[in-house]
């Protein structure tokens, strides 16, 4: 078993990480539920994990209430909120009271909103089902809902009380979706961890393939890695936190111009965005061309899109860019990019000219 704490004064927690732990968690929620009844807000494809979860409850002494919502992006909505807000009011869900949210990214960025909002703010704890949700999304204290005008654009800073995760889970998980997580476990590498990179190059393919020390260590390190960025810039207003969107602009035009679909999952996007900013950096003679080349071998040997020809992207550079421009992260016109000097040497650079990225972008094999 291996404790990551994420260190954020009062609102400091633990993230427990072991195999099997699902089967424990009741032992671990019990304190916090303090004899209340404990509120489980679950997606519908977590079935086998919630009869697991609501067993490891019984066996603690914790009375349990399950609310099941449709799994998928769709429930990242306003009215997916209302109603889970509406149900924890029906079940009398106090300030002091803990949600359980279990599933992928929706369900925890759903009810981390959700309870940020209730009585103006109650606790939950995270029990993360996917790969990406357990390296990423599940720790840091990013909530919220999309709006017709975007994704991830109502939302607040909530963190959660406590994170338990299962690497055991994602035996269950479609293979497509674990190596889209596993993108964002190789991005830790890519911006600060060179030796981690290295190890993902080393054991990367095993990890996926189901190997559970491997996987294990693999996540204890990615959480690890965000807990200290979170800790050092909670509110990403340093400069620091926004290192994890490595990535993140040019795979966000990919996945607009996917239209957010199945077509390619944001993991996949944040693969071939990682290559195009490596690519770019390296065209820019900022990082060696060798790094780059590394990054996309990576990709390539585990089965992750490495640029916009593998991402099934062939929109021409302008809109790529025009896409660009609506992403969120956009602030007075500029973009602020992830670049890199070397692999784990990420920096932030807001000084990009798009143009100049243009160029590069009509450049790419398509
Ligand atoms: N997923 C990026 C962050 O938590 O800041």
Redesign the pocket.
Known sequence: MTVVRVALDARSYDVVIENGLLARAGEHIAPLARGRRVPIVADANVGPHLATLQRSLDTAGVPHEAIVIPAGEKSKSWATLEQVVDRLLDLGVERGDHVIALGGGVIGDLVGFATAILKRGCGFVQVPTTLLAQV??S????TGINARAGKNLVGAFHQPKLVLIDPQVLDTLPPRELRAGYA?VVKYGLIDDAAFFAWCEENGAALLAGDPSRREYAIAHSVAA?AR??GEDEF?TLGR??L??LG?TFGHALEAEAGFSDRLLHGEAVAAGCALAFGYSAVRDLCPAFDAVRVSAHWQAVGLPDGLAAAGIDAPADRLIEHMRHDKKASGGQIPFLLARGIGQTYLDRNVALADVGNFLAMQPR
């Open positions: 990423d999304s720790v840091g204290g990013k964002e965000k960025i979170v990403e936190r926004a994890l969107n993140h």
